[in-house]
């Protein structure tokens, strides 16, 4: 049997007493690469937020591998929506990257020479290493997507989540990137991802949850990535054609 | 210089720093207006904090006060919250009101408190060396210099602790508040040393020049800077320098102190507004033509290089041609004489191998959007650059 890496329990999560997130159930087993899909506003992001301990949820539970986030911080990493950050903001790719390891530091202390070394390998990985030195606002969107990337890379954690990494990224990007998750996977860690481009699903990821306020269905992309399921998430008729 | 001259530009100075320091950070989170807020909202605290204590310079006064600004940043953000009102109105519904209280305070007791509400807005610079810290009977100094000094300690002592959380908290609170470091805390600890240097420094300042501090100088090093320990260290250098010279200003036209700092200051950020290298409105506004005129370059060099018949690249016929944009014909023509693009031989204009090989490249990276095969010609050509 294979393990439960993230599990949720009768998750409610509201904003100002309204919920936008019911009673959601949910596990996803150790090593798959799962896409959340929804339309906008079904609460994919608040959902990765209720699990990472950013937002308090009215109810229910979350455990990382049988136990409470804040015990297992360090086996997770975070990818947030790129358009949730200012990227006028004064700064270096490096040094944008350097913040993922602050949580293995701690308060008060500072990084150092092996930060700065994790922080350049993570930069060589998805190719940004020359951009080291660019002030963050004079990078295209696809690169600044990976600047992220290689900030969760350098967090060297077991579960990574990302909201929406494929967001106003080029082709070559998005290849990039999705490479990069497929070796995660292969590494033995757990990937979830907020996606969607519904055309690439079966291409991408081999887990699907399919969200709607509710969770209308989770499991392995072959068995439930169907019309039935993409019609409940999306409300309209839907039709994909899944090219095998 | 007289002592009390230099004890004024001394009390000024520190103000200046320890204003600078919570001020970038408060700019780069956004929120200039909520020093506004707490600058005026701490007046019902200084009142209750003076009947208690009878002592304007107490710490406790200055504690209560600072207490006072920091519920006007909760009852603003519990407002907020509500979702009836933007943070803007939020802060606008709440300050008056306390401010008011505050008024109201000051003038139900007017007979007996030495405190009225010009001092606490305009505050006097000038008479700050006359109110000495005596101690055991040995003059240490003006009681300001002191207050000030001890919070700008405090506040350089935290940040330097803390700068790293400050930072990412300020660029990402989802990923703070992930990694462990509550924004709440940083958020309320950042709001408590911009109100406790608020009340440390009205007395001598007043109000609003403690705003124009925190605000303006950060404000003019964001424009000059892309690195954040560079963006505080002119902060702080613009602060001290406005502190100075609008106090020789100030002496020269006999006029406020306070008003001469802030003009001070509204002169340095309409300078460095104007003329900053990459984000000045000067800067902006040439590299926009030249963007303009590069474009005009490109759709030139490619006409040239998609036609080979000479009559297409006769000058007469190519000067009606450029001239659909804004941009001069001539300015297009020696832009790429200048770098060796084309040549002209009896008035028909041919590209060279390197104004050939540009064209390719420009056009690959405006189809690919790929970078890296572009980045020397970013040095030369705005057209490439973000
Ligand atoms: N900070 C917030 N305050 C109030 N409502 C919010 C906030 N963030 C999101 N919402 C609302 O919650 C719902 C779910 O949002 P979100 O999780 O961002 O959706 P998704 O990521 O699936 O597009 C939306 O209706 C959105 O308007
Ligand atoms: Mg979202």
Request: hydrophobic share 50%; with cysteine.
């Amino acid at each position: 049997m294979t393990k439960i890496a993230v599990q949720v329990d009768d998750l409610t999560v509201a904003y100002n007493y309204k919920p936008v997130l019911w009673d959601i159930d949910l596990e996803i087993p150790e090593g798959v690469l799962m896409a959340i899909v929804g339309p906008n506003g079904a609460g994919k992001s608040t959902l990765i937020k209720s699990i990472l301990g950013i937002l308090k949820p009215i109810a229910g539970s979350v455990t990382i591998y049988g136990k409470s986030y804040e015990k297992q911080r360090s086996l997770v990493a975070y990818v947030p929506q790129k358009g949730s950050v200012d990227w006028d903001f004064p700064t270096t790719a490096l040094d944008v990257v350097m913040m993922g390891t602050y949580g293995s530091l701690g308060w008060i202390k500072r990084p150092r020479q092996k930060e700065k070394k994790a922080a350049l390998e993570a930069l060589e990985k998805v190719g940004m290493l020359p951009f080291k030195n660019r002030q963050i606002s004079q990078l295209s969107g696809g690169q600044q997507q990976r600047i992220f990337l290689a900030r969760a890379l350098v967090q060297d954690a077991s579960i990574y989540f990302m909201d929406e990494p494929f967001q106003g990224v080029d082709a070559t990007t998005e290849i990039a990137i999705i490479n990069i998750l497929k070796e995660l996977r292969k590494a033995g860690k757990t990937v979830i991802v907020v996606h969607h481009d519904l055309q690439t699903v079966p291409e991408y990821f081999d887990w699907v949850t399919f969200l709607n306020v509710k969770k209308i269905a989770t499991g392995p992309v072959k068995d439930i990535f169907n019309d039935d399921n993409l019609t409940k998430t999306y409300g309209i008729n839907y039709k994909v054609s899944i090219q095998e | 210089m007289s002592n009390a001259q230099i004890e004024i530009q001394l009390i000024a100075s520190l103000v200046a720093i320890a204003c600078a320091i919570p001020g970038t950070f408060l700019v780069l989170r956004k929120m200039a207006m909520i020093s506004d807020a707490i600058s005026h909202s701490i007046l019902p605290g200084i009142v209750v904090g003076f009947f208690i204590t009878q002592d304007l310079n107490s710490p406790l006064l200055i504690l209560l006060a600072a207490l006072t600004g920091v519920i006007t940043v909760v009852l603003v953000e519990y407002i907020q919250k509500t979702g009836l009102v933007k943070e803007d109105t939020a802060i606008g519904l709440v300050f008056p009101v306390l401010f008011s209280i505050g008024v109201l305070m000051i003038a139900k007791k007017a007979n007996d408190v030495h405190l009225d509400i010009d001092a606490v807005l305009v505050g006097e610079l000038a008479l700050a060396p006359f109110d000495r810290l005596i101690i055991s009977g040995v003059d240490v100094g003006p009681k300001s210099l002191w207050i000030i000094g001890g919070i700008l300690l405090v506040t350089i002592g935290l940040l330097i602790a803390f700068f790293k959380e400050l930072k990412l908290s300020t660029f990402d609170k989802g990923l703070a508040a992930s990694l462990g470091f509550s924004p709440a805390i940083i958020h309320y600890g950042l709001m408590s040393v911009s109100s406790v240097t608020t009340v440390g420094a009205f007395d001598a300042v007043g109000a609003i020049l403690v705003v124009a501090l925190m605000i303006a100088p950060a404000a003019t090093a964001y424009l000059l800077t892309t690195d954040l320990k560079k963006m505080l260290l002119l902060s702080i250098v613009f602060g001290v320098f406005s502190a100075i010279s609008g106090y020789w200003f100030a002496h020269w036209l006999d006029a406020s102190i306070a008003g001469s700092i802030t003009t001070m200051l509204g002169v340095l950020f309409l300078m460095v507004y104007l003329f900053a290298p990459s984000k000045g409105i000067i800067a902006v506004m040439y590299r926009e033509k030249q963007q303009r005129t590069e474009v005009s370059l490109l759709t030139f060099l490619l006409h040239l290089k998609n036609h080979d018949e000479e009559a297409e690249r006769h000058v007469n016929h190519l000067n009606e041609h450029i001239n659909w944009q804004k941009v001069r014909s001539k300015t297009v023509l020696d832009l790429a004489l200048k770098n060796n693009m084309i040549v002209i031989n009896n008035a028909i204009v041919s590209l060279t191998s390197k104004g050939n090989e540009f064209t390719t490249q420009a056009i690959d990276y405006i189809i690919t959007n790929e970078d890296a095969q572009i980045e020397d010609m970013k040095d030369d050509f705005f057209l490439f650059r973000g």
